[in-house]
């Protein structure tokens, strides 16, 4: 039994090694080939490098576009945000109650001063009125008769002083009520507009109670906050743009008045402009950029705020510079006092004269090669 399990595994075992071999063989074909590609590859970067060498022997100069740094006028400006407002835009209440008998006017429609918007009931009153008539006028033809009496040395003095009284006491009281009666009819305190129309035919109307809104926006102004660092700068008189941008409308103006108080909010202080509006274009509430400016240099070096960067010494541009035979670019600080719409005033670390590069810059760094396009 041993003898015949030997015999059937040595077949088995040199059938195992055979296919071993066969294996071993197939990889070292593979690894014959691995390396030939191999050193193809490596002739390939090796030529390759030759070149970069042989290239980078020549130096490469960038072209760039310089400017001749010379003095120009440089303005500041701030800009407000400022709200238009009119002095005759008002909401017209009644002076007394009552129900509304009439409604005269339309929105929209444009009203003289003293004209009348509407009328409240007044039946009431004109019953007290026309009671108080007739007791005037009994009390009137009383004291004339007394009147005559005492002038006549008839009756006595206290007669005729109670019906001077008591006719007196009658003229006053018919004169307030015919003034509770005016008060009955809504009146237009000024020339204007009715823009609004708040109550109708039939409602209680009363002082607290809003009738209409009436406008005038022949004259209107224009209100803004200023920070109270621009305190010093910004004084009555001195001009201002305004920019109505919803309207697409620009004009020029004066400033009226600045306010004399800082408010504690938001540390500001309020500046007004009054304007002339005939053709009614700036409409209450509207929005305005007010540009004013608070800084004019005539003489001053100025440059395009694009080409300044900053690292952790300080504000920097490229100039060029002439060396040997060689056109460089060199990093040049600077210091910057102001800028406004995209230029920038230099105070200090540059010449006039100077080449400054204005476009290439971001290409170059201190020593780099350059060329002017």
Request: proline share 3%.
């Amino acid at each position: 039994m041993k003898n015949l399990l030997i015999a059937c595994i040595i077949p088995l075992l040199f059938a195992c090694s055979a296919k071993n071999s066969e294996k071993n063989e197939n990889k070292s074909e593979q690894l014959k080939q691995y390396k030939s590609e191999l050193s193809i590859l490596k002739t390939k970067i090796a030529d390759l490098e030759n070149e970069i060498r042989s290239t980078s022997n020549e130096e490469e100069t960038i072209n760039v576009v310089v400017e001749k740094l010379a003095t120009s006028k440089f303005e500041h400006y701030i800009q407000v945000t400022g709200n238009v407002e009119a002095d005759k835009n008002i909401t017209i209440t009644p002076e007394t109650a009552g129900n509304i008998i009439s409604v005269d006017v339309s929105e929209g429609q444009h009203v003289n001063k003293g004209d009348i918007l509407g009328k409240l009931n007044t039946s009431q009153i004109q019953q007290q009125i026309d009671e108080v008539k007739t007791n005037l006028a009994l009390n009137t033809t009383i004291f004339e008769r007394q009147e005559r009496l005492w002038n006549q040395k008839i009756g006595s003095e206290i007669e005729y002083l109670q019906a001077k009284a008591n006719k007196e006491g009658f003229e006053r009281k018919l004169e307030g009520l015919e003034a509770q009666k005016d008060m009955a009819i809504i009146m237009a305190p000024f020339s204007g507009i009715v823009d609004e129309i708040h109550q109708k035919k039939g409602e209680l109307a009363g002082p607290s109670i809003p009738f209409a809104q009436l406008v005038n926006i022949d004259k209107v102004y224009v209100e803004g906050d200023v920070s109270e660092t621009f305190l010093n700068f910004i004084k009555a008189g001195e001009a201002v743009e305004l920019d109505f941008p919803a309207i697409n409308y620009q004009t020029k103006a004066n400033i009226y008045r600045t306010s004399n108080v800082i408010d504690p909010a938001n540390r500001s202080f309020k500046i007004r402009i009054n304007l002339n509006n005939p053709k009614h274009m700036i409409k209450p509430n509207l929005i305005s950029v007010m540009k004013i400016k608070d800084y004019e240099v005539q003489d001053a070096m100025v440059v395009p705020s694009i080409i300044i960067k900053k690292d952790f010494e300080g504000n920097y541009l490229y100039i060029a510079k002439k060396e040997g035979k060689n056109l460089v670019a060199r990093k040049t600080y600077v210091t910057v006092s102001k800028t406004y719409n995209n230029v920038s005033m230099i105070d200090s670390g540059l010449s006039l004269g100077d080449q400054i590069i204005t476009d290439g810059f971001s290409q170059v760094v201190n020593g780099s090669l350059i060329s002017t396009k």
